[in-house]
């Protein structure tokens, strides 16, 4: 599948499409593919500031407590992928799958190797 991250209001992604294998022979939660995601992501690890800004998206808050140069195996998985679905549950990333917005985390998804996986971040307005 593709996967990208972006912010709202920004033109380009932060996280340009990249491909992540991830081939489930049954639909699955969004809240599995989320942690999936998460898990493969940290996984892959092979650009470490493009992990952080993709992590940024999902999981702000816990990216921003890991101390600088931090990679792959150094930060704590299951609080980012917690972080992301809590982050995910108060409104602060959508989730697109193709066209279509998912808003609940125990919607199924069904994911192909084409399918398109983009996370959005949302930007919220100043007082």
Do not use: K
């Amino acid at each position: 599948m593709l996967v990208e991250a972006r912010v709202l209001g920004r033109s380009r992604a932060v996280v340009e499409p990249h491909e992540l294998t991830y081939e489930p022979h049954q639909p699955v939660p969004l809240r599995q593919l989320i942690a999936d995601v998460v898990r493969g992501e940290v996984g892959l690890a092979v650009d470490p500031d493009r992990l952080r800004r993709f992590l940024r998206v999902l999981a702000a808050d816990q990216i921003e407590r890991q101390p600088d140069g931090s990679h792959g195996r150094s930060i704590d998985v299951d609080e980012v992928v917690r972080s992301a679905l809590e982050g995910f549950d108060h409104g602060f990333y959508y989730v697109f799958i193709g066209d279509q917005q998912y808003e609940n985390l125990e919607q199924l998804v069904r994911i192909e190797p084409t399918t398109r996986v983009r996370f959005v971040r949302l930007v919220p307005l100043a007082d």
